[in-house]
């Protein structure tokens, strides 16, 4: 962009002559003084190329978490595998609260967090649960590891579009955390039972699970974000004592516990569908 500036200019064949007097020496330097118009060229400034490194950190640490997993799945090591998924739940929550209260949201990390989901919540799960159950299924195994993927995939797509659109309370379908922590919390739950795999229902249970969890990702069943839940402000004195309870519940038998909560979870959706369906009111 040019931007221009008027420069003074004296006319120096009018100081070579003495002046008279001093107001005719007023008048000479009055008199030779012109203006001209100088273009002046502002240069563009660079565009910074940094990035956010606090939120980042932790969407590193999920991705690193969903990948540990898979290594572990390749290793037969299936709980260490599951908890893994969890802690990737845990750290991709961070992440996005993190950047918006140090005000650090940035295009390139919407986009690096929704790459390191559906490492550690669509292809992470999968595999896992390929590995754990489902390889013995044949053909029908790796069709549910596939279906389950490919709704983590879409539901992950649909969500980056319809970020401005759609209700903040509420996610359009299962978020893929979510889902992964379902089937993550199923293979803890058996492993950590000891149930024998290939001689129970075990592995159509977890067929079932991972096509229920694709499906219902890609659904249009609203389940409750808790984004609107702003730690910084007061709650109510039950929501604390309901807070303590939940961590003695899960510190008690922490698979169950966990795999219970996201079981109520995954459904919540289609109970709240079947409840604005037969009341005739929008849930909020």
Known sequence: MSTFRRRGRIDRSRLTRPPRNEDQWAEDLGDGIDFEVEELHEKPRP????????????????????????????NDQFQVAAIAI?????????????????????????????????????????????EWALKDLGKWGWLAAFTYCAGAALRLARFNVNTGVVDKKFFQGLPSPAAGALM??????????????????????TFFIAVYAGLTMVSNARFYSGKALDVR????????????????????????????????????GYVIWAWERFSGRRFS
């Open 47 to 74: 565009r910074s190329k940094g990035i956010y490194l606090l939120p980042n950190a932790f969407t590193t640490a999920a991705l690193f978490s969903g990948f540990f997993a898979i290594v572990n799945a390749m």
């Open 86 to 130: 969890f802690a990737s739940l845990v750290l991709d929550g961070m992440d996005g609260r993190i950047a918006r209260m140090t005000n650090t949201q940035s295009a390139f990390g919407e986009q690096y967090d929704s790459l390191a989901d559906m490492v550690s919540f669509g292809v992470a799960p999968a595999l896992v649960a390929y």
């Open 184 to 205: 993550a919390g199923f293979i803890w739950l058996a492993d950590d039972n000891k149930i024998p795999v290939r001689d129970t229902l075990i592995p159509w249970i």
């Open 233 to 268: 402000y007061r709650v109510p004195f039950g929501v604390m004592v309901l807070m303590i309870l939940t961590f003695v519940l899960i510190s008690s038998n922490p698979p169950l516990t966990l795999f219970g909560l996201f079981v109520v979870y995954s459904i919540s």
